[in-house]
């Protein structure tokens, strides 16, 4: 089973051999493709073109022209829905958040400034912990709001370091 969405409107579709069924009814069509990228749909009587714009795999989102109009369509399938049901379907969207001190240390060094944007995995500080540097890095992609320590500073565990 799929989800589908177009325009604001969600579709539950199923596909069982040469049938495709679109929330709990048979959808009769005829799919003929041109090219790679153009489809010729017949429905109702009526003939459509079908243009692929574009495909996102990782977002699961299809941009067409259905005759010259464009349509964004967004897919969900079983395990996105699986996710969604558990509330685990936003962690593809991970923006950063604050950052805390995982362990007691000293601020050995900061990498950022307030106003910097940084992407997911940038160094943005070092904190030295049991004679060791640690490098800590960017949860996610963001803009750094504030600085919450100072170079040579004492921080304790689950301190704010940094927010976004």
Not at 6 to 26: C, L, Q, Y
Not at 90 to 102: R, S
């Amino acid at each position: 089973m799929y989800s589908v969405n177009i325009k604001n409107s969600v579709f539950e579709v199923e596909k069982a051999k040469e049938t495709v069924v679109v929330n709990g009814n048979i959808l009769d069509w005829d799919i003929s493709q041109i090219n790679e990228r153009h489809y010729n749909v017949i429905y109702n009587d009526k003939s459509f073109n079908l243009e692929v714009v574009s495909l996102d795999i990782e977002t699961k989102t299809v941009k067409l022209k259905l005759n010259n109009k464009p349509c964004e369509i967004t897919l969900k399938d079983k395990f996105d829905l699986l996710l969604e049901k558990l509330g685990m379907n936003n962690l593809h969207n991970k923006v950063a958040k604050d950052i805390k001190a995982p362990m007691p240390g000293l601020i050995f060094d900061i990498k950022v400034k307030e106003g910097d944007e940084v992407k997911k995995g940038d160094a943005v500080l070092i904190l030295e912990a049991m004679k060791m540097e640690n490098i800590l890095k960017s949860p996610g992609d963001g803009t750094v709001k504030a600085i919450k320590i100072k170079k040579g500073q004492s921080v304790e565990k689950n301190q704010v370091l940094i927010q976004f």
